[in-house]
């Protein structure tokens, strides 16, 4: 009888171990150092190839309609298209020290993105 309850005990501990404690406003985007700040929803918006210096990256960038160029962490792949009309919801995302950048491009996630009719 000892033994099972020892085992009980080590399998709820590891269980414990096992289960990380997400943040509730941490990203689903890959680098921890994000965090969700506040939301955007049904953002009518423009896909357009990210332009560094005259080059163009290969990556994407998001133009809204009020002129606000967004860097997504996870745009899909089908809707990285030149000139493509989207609705786009999503987060956007903050990081330590971001306030004395100076970005191009705010960085966000997409939570939902269809094309615009």
């Known amino acids: 009888m000892t033994m099972k309850k020892l085992t009980i005990v080590l ?11 997400e943040e509730k406003n941490q990203s689903a985007c890959d680098d921890a150092k994000f965090s969700r700040s506040k939301p955007f929803t049904n953002s009518k918006a423009q896909i357009l ?3 560094i210096r005259g ?8 133009n809204n309609s009020e002129t606000i160029t ?6 899909p792949q089908s ?9 786009i919801s999503g987060y956007y995302l903050y990081f330590e020290g971001m ?4 970005l191009s491009s705010l960085p966000v996630e997409v939570t939902q993105i269809e094309n615009q009719n």
């Open 11 to 21: 399998l709820g501990m590891v269980t414990l171990v096992a289960c990380k404690k």
């Open 99 to 102: 306030e004395d950048m100076n």
């Open 49 to 51: 190839p990210e332009i």
């Open 55 to 62: 080059e163009a990256t290969g990556d994407y960038v998001i």
């Open 79 to 87: 809707y990285q298209v030149d000139s493509l009309r989207v609705n």
């Open 70 to 75: 967004w860097k997504a962490c996870n745009l």
